[in-house]
């Protein structure tokens, strides 16, 4: 501001001259300049230590540090249910005991995925290993070798037929011939299945059976694990049904049956609606505030191409998946970047120690949700 602005300040039908108006400049300035940013120390002792200072820092290390303060707010808030929508390939990238990790600690107590996430997972289940690779390679070269890219990372295919056919074999003699089931159904079957297997430990299927957390997987059919469903019911002459409209109803339950529910969302698709317009439905349903408290976001999407995957937490407040007051922070980063340190920072500060866990009951058609503290396991 310079010239006749410097001299003369129009404020409340009131003009201010020389030293009043600086004064008032002064005064209004310091609101803007409360917080001073304060620089990372090269000797941090931990992730934890790390991840709160850089809360004090700027740009998408800020934002990191923040994403990490809501999530310890997630887990102090009483009765407090934390959804996860998960997309992305993080088990070929080397996320999935990490995954696990959150599961048996009880840092989520929903999560809903992709369909891939699972097959990948019940791939290394069974034995099947990714390997190091390059994205600058002859993908005609591979396809010959019946290998599979996921950018940098390969798989063997030969090896997720045979979890294709142990699909087929599971479902042929386990589930009920046209019975509708929920894919959380579904996925609770494969996990329990897979119980005591020596490669599947680090499982994320197995870790959420175990640890009583429900797994949706809305596009079920989107994955190898779906279609093998499909071709189990060729072959056995089988009508298996995948009720998707039973999910949203089990889902939405739970929703409504939540004192107050956080999200914690990485990457976008279908699961993070899905999880968002929990929120919506259980507020038709039950005629009250359902609305999501808390929430955070690790993702690569913009918003500005109208896409669901970039729409930003602020958005959705306009449609009533979030509360107007809710705590929300999104981090624009690589979520395989963002979880090792989240989840060895939420570790490392021991945040759950004292935390009410939800359990889940599923009788009938209803769901109960009644709140305790984690049980502890020797593998966890």
Same mark, same amino acid.
């Given at each position: 501001?310079?010239?006749?602005?410097?001299?003369?300040?129009?404020?409340?039908?009131? @003009? /201010?001259? !020389?030293?009043? %108006? =600086?004064?008032?400049?002064?005064?209004?300035?310091?609101?803007?300049? &409360? +917080?001073?940013?304060?620089?990372?120390?090269?000797?941090?002792?931990?992730?934890?230590?790390?991840?709160?200072?850089?809360?004090?820092?700027?740009?998408?290390?800020?934002?990191?540090?923040?994403?990490?303060?809501?999530?310890?707010?997630?887990?102090?808030?009483?009765?407090?249910?934390?959804?996860?929508?998960?997309?992305?390939?993080?088990?070929?990238?080397?996320?999935?005991?990490?995954?696990?990790?959150?599961?048996?600690?009880?840092?989520?107590?929903?999560?809903?995925?992709?369909?891939?996430?699972?097959?990948?997972?019940?791939?290394? @289940? /069974?034995? !099947?290993?990714? %390997? =190091?690779?390059?994205?600058?390679?002859?993908?005609?070269?591979?396809? &010959? +070798?019946?290998?599979?890219?996921?950018?940098?990372?390969?798989?063997?295919?030969?090896?997720?037929?045979?979890?294709?056919?142990?699909?087929?074999?599971?479902?042929?003699?386990?589930?009920?011939?046209?019975?509708?089931?929920?894919?959380?159904?579904?996925?609770?079957?494969?996990?329990?299945?897979?119980?005591?297997?020596?490669?599947?430990?680090?499982?994320?299927?197995?870790?959420?059976?175990?640890?009583?957390?429900?797994?949706?997987?809305?596009?079920?059919?989107?994955?190898?694990?779906?279609?093998?469903?499909?071709?189990?019911?060729?072959?056995?002459?089988?009508?298996?049904?995948?009720?998707?409209?039973?999910?949203?109803?089990?889902?939405?339950?739970?929703?409504?049956?939540?004192?107050?529910?956080?999200?914690?969302?990485?990457?976008?698709?279908?699961?993070?609606?899905?999880?968002?317009?929990?929120?919506?439905?259980?507020?038709?349903?039950?005629?009250?505030?359902?609305?999501?408290?808390?929430?955070?976001?690790?993702?690569?999407?913009?918003?500005?191409?109208?896409?669901?995957?970039?729409?930003?937490?602020?958005?959705?407040?306009?449609?009533?998946?979030?509360?107007?007051?809710?705590?929300?922070?999104?981090?624009?980063?690589?979520?395989?970047?963002?979880?090792?340190?989240?989840?060895?920072?939420?570790?490392?500060?021991?945040?759950?120690?004292?935390?009410?866990?939800?359990?889940?009951?599923?009788?009938?058609?209803?769901?109960?949700?009644?709140?305790?503290?984690?049980?502890?396991?020797?593998?966890?």
């Amino acid at each position: 501001m310079t010239g006749p602005d410097m001299m003369l300040w129009w404020g409340r039908g009131k @003009a /201010l001259k !020389g030293p009043a %108006f =600086l004064r008032a400049m002064a005064a209004g300035k310091k609101q803007y300049l &409360k +917080h001073a940013r304060i620089p990372l120390r090269p000797d941090t002792h931990s992730v934890a230590e790390l991840l709160d200072e850089m809360s004090g820092t700027g740009f998408q290390g800020r934002k990191l540090g923040e994403a990490f303060e809501v999530w310890k707010r997630m887990l102090v808030e009483r009765k407090n249910v934390i959804f996860m929508s998960l997309a992305g390939a993080m088990v070929p990238a080397g996320m999935g005991t990490l995954l696990a990790h959150l599961l048996r600690r009880r840092y989520i107590d929903v999560l809903v995925c992709t369909g891939a996430t699972l097959s990948h997972d019940l791939y290394e @289940a /069974l034995g !099947g290993r990714h %390997f =190091l690779g390059t994205h600058m390679v002859d993908d005609g070269a591979l396809q &010959k +070798h019946r290998i599979d890219r996921v950018y940098d990372v390969y798989a063997d295919e030969d090896r997720f037929y045979e979890a294709d056919r142990w699909v087929m074999r599971w479902m042929r003699d386990t589930l009920e011939d046209r019975t509708p089931y929920s894919s959380r159904e579904i996925v609770a079957g494969v996990g329990k299945a897979l119980l005591g297997k020596e490669k599947a430990k680090n499982s994320i299927l197995v870790a959420a059976y175990e640890s009583g957390v429900p797994v949706f997987v809305p596009a079920l059919g989107d994955s190898s694990l779906g279609f093998s469903i499909m071709f189990g019911n060729r072959r056995s002459g089988k009508k298996v049904v995948v009720d998707m409209m039973k999910d949203v109803d089990e889902i939405t339950r739970i929703a409504e049956a939540s004192p107050q529910s956080s999200v914690v969302i990485i990457g976008g698709g279908v699961p993070k609606n899905y999880v968002q317009q929990t929120a919506v439905i259980a507020g038709y349903q039950t005629r009250h505030d359902r609305m999501h408290r808390l929430a955070l976001q690790i993702t690569t999407d913009s918003p500005q191409w109208g896409g669901l995957s970039g729409c930003t937490l602020e958005e959705s407040v306009s449609w009533g998946k979030y509360h107007p007051d809710a705590e929300m922070v999104t981090c624009y980063t690589d979520a395989t970047i963002a979880l090792p340190f989240l989840v060895s920072g939420l570790t490392e500060s021991r945040a759950e120690k004292w935390r009410d866990v939800p359990r889940f009951e599923f009788n009938g058609g209803k769901v109960q949700v009644h709140f305790g503290k984690r049980r502890r396991r020797s593998h966890s």
